[in-house]
């Protein structure tokens, strides 16, 4: 299936219209990006994919939308975590597997932690967690957004006024070189003149703080579902003592570290995080979404002994 760089759907939600990407039938799995990016970040895992599933991935307001939200739309962390909520109630879609990346990763973590009625599995590829939100060399945004407003968006659509520009910051996030119609589709609504879309970017920068990630960080132990941490080892933001601690936090947490891969793994190793996402959503149905089930069918599919659900991290 070839891999599409824009979306095919919109909703209207209380915060506003959003697109979206919607392709392929079967399970539910629903795909969040992070900052400067849309749902193009997860182009061609959703086409390595929507031959067994269901693949949504949506437009986040994060400065690559092409229609801003509404004025006095909550774009807080906690905010965009309820938008994200209200995507899955507006749609009636269930036994969802929540997929993240960068700060869109942090922002799936909010969402399990106040809005986890509807997900039954997550998966977390590099991203913000704890103490960090954003991590330490990424905090300038912030800080600028609550110094300069949206002064601040002029300034970051100054400088990645370029491809040259634009495909440098690239380069600290992924491994793989972006074509023009990729920086595209990132960088030119940021470019576009539309005011509201800066004051969108400006608003989420201005509230970015770890208080949220260190908050939801606590209701951790009760998400009785299972995880998968896939975490590229070549990253120059999102530290790998995160990734452990997710781990360690979580009830039912897998780790597995992917080579060749800064923090865009959705960029830099589609077809191994498709893969990998197949496989842990198979495993799980096959073994029911909840721990205490999948361990009660497991002992039954071995003939009634004991199987580990210990969580366990394989390097790649």
């Known amino acids: 299936m070839a891999a599409s760089l824009h979306t095919n759907r919109e909703v209207t939600l209380p915060q506003g219209v959003v697109r979206y990407r919607d392709e392929g039938t079967g ?6 990006h992070g900052l400067l ?13 929507a031959g067994q599933f269901r693949c949504l991935a949506l437009d986040l307001p994060l400065g690559a939308h092409t229609v801003p939200l509404n004025a006095d739309a909550d ?13 899955l109630v507006t ?5 969802v597997t929540l997929v993240g990346n960068d700060t869109g990763g942090a922002l799936c973590q909010l969402t399990i932690a106040n809005h986890h009625e509807r997900i039954t599995r997550l998966i977390l590829t590099n991203c913000d967690a704890f103490e960090d939100f954003f991590p330490p060399l990424l905090l300038p945004f912030s800080y600028g957004a609550r110094l300069l407003g949206t002064r601040f968006a002029d300034l970051l659509t100054w400088t990645l ?17 972006a074509e023009d119609e990729t920086l595209d589709a990132y960088f030119s609504a940021l470019s576009s003149g ?18 949220y990630t260190i908050e939801a960080a606590k ?6 579902h299972p995880v998968l941490i896939l975490w590229g080892k070549n990253d120059l933001f999102f530290s790998a003592r995160n990734a452990r601690r997710l781990q360690q936090e979580f009830p039912d947490a897998r780790l597995e570290f992917v080579s060749q891969s800064r923090a865009f793994v959705p960029e830099d190793q589609p ?17 029911g979404s909840n721990r205490q089930e999948r361990s009660e069918v497991a002992s039954e599919f071995v003939g009634g002994s004991a199987v580990s659900t210990t969580p366990t991290t394989t390097e790649e």
């Open 194 to 211: 539309d005011r509201a879309i800066r004051r969108d970017l400006t608003q989420f920068l201005q509230q970015v703080s770890n208080r």
């Open 91 to 95: 749609l009636d879609l269930h036994d």
């Open 75 to 87: 774009l807080s962390p906690s905010g965009v975590a309820r938008l994200i909520a209200d995507f």
């Open 271 to 287: 077809i191994l995080l498709a893969q990998k996402i197949r496989e842990f959503v198979g495993e799980s149905r096959a073994f």
């Open 219 to 224: 209701s951790f132990p009760q998400f009785q």
């Open 161 to 177: 006024q370029t491809k040259r520009a634009q495909r440098l910051l690239m380069a600290t996030v992924s491994l793989r070189r």
């Open 37 to 49: 990016v849309n749902s193009a970040l997860w182009r061609d895992v959703i086409a390595g994919l």
């Open 27 to 32: 399970p539910t799995l629903v795909f969040v």
